[in-house]
């Protein structure tokens, strides 16, 4: 049996903010004396940290054919080499704790069998944690039924779980980390960060920044911004991260409203160093999601002190409420959206405020040796 100090932490992708939470939360677990090794795939984004945790690679990412056939053969033996590769650093480091940050498969309830069959506890933090209902709700609710221990970042979250059958008794509730790492010594002011990215000085800028997929509520945030710029010529929008679907729609509504002049748009993965240019330029972050967890964006945004206006979903609304850090928008729709954001737009000392706080609170109830404390605790007192 592995020894409950040696842990494995598992986060197949490599990119995005949970590789970067996934690599926070390891650093500080090391340093307070846990051994830990990080699995992923190749190539990973390089996050430049000091004491870097030793990474065992998994597979390699890819892009797949459009060729259903070719694609679904590929993702096969992709899936099989990442099993063999996982099997290998169980067999050679033996870990007494394995910590996913995602699923491996729809048959994770068998995966999970197996690590703990080689003398391992297996935690799972849900960043993804919904009602569990719907086409794929049998197999999230066998993952979560074979995990150990489970952690959720949300009271509502734990409240969708344990409401579909999970016994509450192995969640856990922990806060998410801050994205401080990002907002350290920016050498950039407000100015020029709108200069960077094409914005006039004078601008107000409203920031939707991350991967755009259908439950983010893009087109709930073009709406509102349509309406308010009929009462604000100076108000701008940027939309920054990578689509993960068609984005015709949006480009053909931002035509239909006559925003393209006003909405800077810069459709990639943005890379962890291009993040302060975004925030630094804008007034507030809005996050018009129809579901979600928790979120990274709202974290840095936190980071950045900049107020934040988001839907009342998942644990945006009970973080946004208990942090006093913006508006929280209960009709999820572009009038109700719009009235939120034009509240903080006018207010800029209440505005300040939020920010302020915001960044307050990334430093302290944020911190990852907070949050460290609280997994580390899931480790050893098996709650």
């Known amino acids: 049996m592995g020894s409950r100090n040696r842990v ?27 051994k830990v090794m990080l699995a992923t795939l190749l190539p990973f984004e390089d996050l430049k940290r000091g004491g870097r945790v030793p990474i065992w690679p998994i597979g ?5 054919a459009s060729n259903w056939f070719s694609s679904a053969f590929r993702r096969l033996l992709d899936h099989d080499d990442r099993l063999f590769r996982l099997r290998r650093v169980m067999m050679e480091y033996r870990p007494g704790i394995v910590h996913l940050h995602a699923p491996l498969g729809k048959l994770d309830f068998l995966y999970f069998r197996y690590l703990k069959s080689l003398g391992a506890r297996v935690i799972y933090t849900a960043h993804d944690a919904r009602p569990l209902t719907g086409e794929a709700w049998w197999f999230d609710w066998a993952r979560y039924q074979a995990a150990d221990g489970i952690l959720v970042h949300s009271s509502r979250c ?10 509450g008794g192995k969640i856990t509730r922990i806060v998410h980390g801050n994205y401080l790492d990002f907002c350290q010594d920016v050498d950039l002011s407000t100015d020029d960060a709108r200069r960077s990215i094409g914005l006039p000085v004078n601008s107000r800028v409203v920031l939707f920044f991350g991967a755009i997929a259908p439950y983010k509520g893009l087109d709930i945030l073009i709406e509102a911004f349509s309406r308010l710029f009929r009462e604000d010529s100076q108000v701008h929008l940027v939309i920054a991260g990578e689509p993960l679907e068609d984005f015709g729609p949006y ?17 990639r993965y943005i890379p962890f160093a291009e993040f302060s240019k975004y925030f630094l330029a804008s007034d507030l972050v809005a996050l018009p999601y129809r579901r979600i967890s928790q979120s990274g964006i709202l974290q840095l945004a936190y980071g950045f002190g900049k107020p ?3 839907s ?33 737009l006018a207010d800029r000392e209440s505005a300040a405020s939020m920010g302020k706080r915001g960044r307050s609170l990334a430093e302290t109830k944020y911190s990852w040796r907070a949050v460290a404390r609280d997994v580390s605790s899931v480790y050893v007192d098996g709650r």
């Open 8 to 34: 494995l932490m598992v986060q197949p992708t490599g990119l995005s903010g949970i590789w970067h939470y996934t690599n926070a939360l390891s650093q500080v677990l090391m340093e307070s004396g846990l």
């Open 60 to 64: 390699t990412r890819r892009a797949y």
């Open 158 to 167: 734990r409240q969708y779980l344990v409401a579909g059958g999970i016994d």
């Open 251 to 267: 480009q053909r509504q931002i035509e239909a409203f006559g925003l393209r002049d006003r909405i800077v748009q810069d459709l």
């Open 308 to 310: 934040v206006v988001v």
């Open 312 to 344: 009342n979903v998942g644990g945006l609304a009970e973080t946004v409420e208990e942090d006093r850090t913006g508006l929280i928008v209960d009709r999820l729709n572009g009038e109700e959206f719009a009235l939120a954001i034009q509240r903080i």
